[in-house]
């Protein structure tokens, strides 16, 4: 078989070892595998490279991607879908595997619906892709960002502050509470509930009041007040539709300095949590989604998405995975909200 692969979206830590795994099981068998560059945009534009073992070699250890990324989308460019079609059947392609989050995985799940056969396998540091209990990237997210809240904990202790940390979660807060939680935040901020500022702040005050003389909160990029007010970096959309977030933690900390009197600052983590080698956890499963999404293809199976369930690696339907977010698990926040204050 010739197998194309490409990677989509966000980079994120993990994405190497999928690819390292599908091409190390597929010549084992005796396929080949074309890589396709830059996501979506690679396929549109014929832009390859031929995977072998040593292009693999040593790439299990290292963040991003060999492949590169966009975050192009057939869909919204002319004539794109129809290029596509073409050049799978030019490149002559048995089978596409597709890594990346909901966007990209949205366009595989188009392609396989008007016939082409298209796997995927789940990326996300977000971790809000339906279908799976965890997508790779977000555990090395959230090690790199509880560090991080580590660190902040001993200069906040010595100059009696209140530090903000604002971290990536564009619709779900799974790494504002794991994370939070894994640090000791004070106080864990998500867009699935609306900020309370006066809470907030209330709380903030009772420890000053018990003898606490500094505090941590943690809030997701994409929390925004009561009022609506959600935090942008420009107003321009991407090809999915999307903005680009950041500066929620700037405003927040303002407003917690203006209504507690307590000097305040500001730490927005940004790029740092999906930079970098990905942890043991993620260069594991993300192996384990390479070895079982090429499985799918040598079984035929198209518009069919690897998961994680449990311990074990299975497959869902695609329509599954990108029909709607994964949001946090409210329980996890009812254990996070007993150390608020």
């Known amino acids: 078989m010739k197998i194309g692969i490409l990677t989509g979206g966000g980079d994120c830590p993990g994405l190497n070892p999928v690819i390292?795994?599908?091409?190390r099981k597929a010549i084992l068998q005796g396929d080949e595998v074309i890589g396709l560059r830059n996501g979506w945009k690679g396929?549109?534009?014929?832009?390859?490279?031929?995977?072998?073992?040593?292009?693999?070699?040593?790439?299990?250890?290292?963040?991003?991607?060999?492949?590169g990324t966009s975050r192009t989308n057939p869909y919204k460019t002319e004539g794109g879908v129809e290029t596509v079609k073409k050049n799978f059947k030019e490149l002559g392609?048995?089978?596409?595997?597709?890594?990346?989050?909901?966007?990209?995985?949205?366009?595989a799940t188009k392609l396989a619906e008007e016939g082409l056969i298209v796997?995927?396998?789940?990326?996300?540091?977000?971790?809000?892709?339906?279908?799976t209990d965890f997508t790779f990237g977000f555990d090395t997210a959230v090690n790199i960002v509880t560090e991080c809240i580590d660190r902040l904990h001993t200069t906040a202790e010595s100059?009696?502050?209140?530090?903000?940390?604002?971290?990536?979660?564009?619709h779900a807060g799974w790494i504002a509470a794991y994370s939070g939680i894994a640090g000791g935040a004070d106080y864990i901020l998500i867009p699935e509930i609306p900020i309370d500022l006066g809470q907030v702040c209330e709380s903030i005050k009772k420890r000053h009041n018990r003898g606490k003389n500094f505090s941590i909160v943690v809030v997701s990029e994409g929390a925004s007040f009561n009022e609506g007010y959600l935090a942008l970096q420009?107003?321009?959309?991407?090809?999915?539709?999307?903005?680009?977030?950041?500066?929620?933690?700037?405003?927040?900390g303002e407003l917690i300095e203006e209504k507690t009197g307590f000097e305040t600052?500001?730490?927005?983590?940004?790029?740092?949590?999906?930079?970098?080698?990905?942890?043991?956890?993620?260069?594991?499963?993300?192996t384990r989604f390479g070895v079982k999404v090429y499985d799918l293809v040598k079984e035929g199976k198209s518009g069919r998405m690897v998961s994680l369930k449990g311990t074990d690696i299975?497959?869902?339907?695609?329509?599954?995975a990108t029909g709607k977010l994964k949001t946090l698990d409210m329980k996890l926040y009812d254990i996070a909200k007993i150390f608020f204050g």
């Open 20 to 23: 390292r795994a599908v091409v």
């Open 43 to 67: 396929l549109m534009g014929k832009q390859t490279m031929l995977l072998t073992l040593d292009s693999v070699s040593g790439i299990l250890h290292r963040g991003g991607t060999i492949l």
């Open 93 to 107: 392609l048995d089978a596409l595997i597709a890594i990346g989050g909901e966007d990209t995985l949205g366009v």
């Open 119 to 131: 796997v995927g396998a789940p990326k996300t540091i977000d971790n809000d892709l339906n279908a």
């Open 159 to 170: 100059h009696n502050r209140v530090m903000v940390v604002e971290v990536m979660g564009r």
């Open 234 to 252: 420009d107003q321009d959309l991407d090809e999915f539709g999307h903005v680009r977030l950041g500066g929620i933690g700037n405003k927040l």
């Open 265 to 286: 600052r500001v730490t927005v983590l940004g790029h740092i949590q999906r930079g970098g080698t990905p942890t043991a956890f993620d260069r594991v499963l993300g």
């Open 314 to 320: 299975v497959d869902v339907p695609l329509i599954e």
